[in-house]
């Protein structure tokens, strides 16, 4: 464990808060040496200087460069964290082509993208450690929210995709599937949240603890809440019997609204 974080070069994205400053305060506590990457500016600043790391604001699909320049010239631990979240409960939120577009460009494509430019310096040194923040809703899905489903599930095949493809070739991948975190993405999922999320919510920073629990094991899924688990086991097995336990809760959320 110490040797996958003292003097690491590590660079989380999204990190201007919630998880994402969560990994940020944990791998610089390790003595790791920290990119923070956030579309805000100030929150990256913010979050930098607390910790002592650099800032490198801007789109995380197109960071890798200037973070590794940042960091001397090589990332050891890149951790694609950055996400966004759209839904709505009506036929007509399917149709929204731009949160569509905006959910596949963050919640996947980022992460291909930030792929591509680090594996052949990876591949070539025979190590590197990519740590993709996928959600829950990647193993299963989350009522309300079609884009953030689907994309989820992108996210976590990319993944499990490079773990299998790389692992003989020094690659570690982690691939953190929490339910609700007390976030302010989970306060902007609404009803839905309130109902399927907020009873068993988690703080980010049990998030980070969870995620060097799986690095220490040398874990790919890393489950903070250790039930999703079994709802993955009984989606997988049993899918009639999963979608119709799902369906009442849509139907119960529907009640409610």
């Not at 699909?61 to 890149?78: K, M, P, W």
Request: aromatic share 8%; proline share 4%; hydrophobic share 45%.
């Amino acid at each position: 464990m110490v040797g996958a974080v003292q003097d690491a070069g590590v660079v989380v994205t999204g990190a201007g808060g919630g998880i994402g400053a969560a990994l940020a305060r944990r791998f610089a506590a390790g003595g790791a040496r920290v990119v923070v990457n956030d579309l805000n500016a100030d929150r990256a600043k913010a979050v930098a200087d607390e910790i002592g790391g650099i800032a490198v604001p801007g789109d995380a699909s197109a960071i890798v460069a200037d973070a590794r320049d940042a960091l001397g010239g090589t990332i050891d631990v890149y951790c694609a964290n950055a996400g966004v979240a759209f839904g709505g409960p009506d036929v007509a939120d399917l149709a929204d082509e731009g949160a569509w577009a905006t959910s596949w460009d963050v919640n996947v494509m980022a992460h291909v993208r930030a792929a591509h430019e680090l594996l052949p310096g990876w591949l070539e040194r025979g190590s590197g450690r990519f740590v993709s923040t996928v959600s829950a809703a990647g193993l299963l899905t989350m009522i309300g929210a079609a884009p953030y489903s689907v994309t989820k599930h992108g996210a976590y095949a990319f993944a499990e995709w490079l773990s299998l493809t790389y692992r003989h070739r020094g690659l570690k991948v982690h691939a953190i599937c929490p339910q609700g975190v007390r976030t302010d993405m989970l306060a902007a999922t609404g009803s839905a949240g309130d109902l399927v999320l907020q009873p068993t919510a988690i703080t980010p920073e049990e998030v980070a603890d969870a995620l060097f629990q799986g690095i220490e094991e040398d874990r790919f899924l890393i489950l903070p809440h250790p039930e999703v688990g079994a709802y993955y086991r009984a989606r997988a097995t049993e899918p009639d019997r999963w979608l119709t336990s799902m369906n009442h809760l849509q139907q119960k959320w529907e009640a409610g609204q």
